[in-house]
């Protein structure tokens, strides 16, 4: 399986970036597909999370009602719109498509995308 990020960039603070994530290689959808981000020396936290099924999204504190994740009827490819970021934002954003469930479950993860927003 393949995971791959796209639509990283530069941007001013108060822009939009829209990120999308293409995962490949499997023959089923995934169950689940997350966005995470890391900035210089910090954990990697979640951003936001999709059920690829239901469509049940979550997102974390910082980033409700400014970041909305879609899904694609395929399961296998999603998005993250941006909105009115913030330079607290930059970090390197990381897709996760998860597949299973119970004890058997499967993270794949891309190699994250850069976004940067100044000032």
């Known amino acids: 399986v393949e995971v791959v990020e796209s639509g990283g960039g530069s941007v001013q603070a108060g822009g939009s970036l829209r990120l999308s994530c293409a995962a490949s290689?499997?023959?089923?959808?995934?169950?689940?597909m997350a966005w995470y981000r890391q900035a210089p020396e910090k954990q990697r936290e979640l951003v936001a999370a999709i059920s690829m099924g239901a469509g049940t999204a979550n997102y974390s504190d910082s980033v409700k009602g400014r970041f909305t994740i879609y899904r694609d009827s395929s399961r296998k490819k999603m998005s993250l719109q941006m909105d009115s970021l913030k330079p607290e934002d930059t970090a390197t954003y990381y897709c996760?498509?998860?597949?299973?469930?119970?004890?058997?479950?499967?993270?794949?993860w891309g190699r994250g995308t850069q976004v940067t927003v100044s000032s």
């Open positions: 290689g499997s023959a089923i959808g995934f169950n689940t």
């Open positions: 996760l498509a998860k597949i299973g469930g119970g004890l058997a479950v499967w993270n794949y």
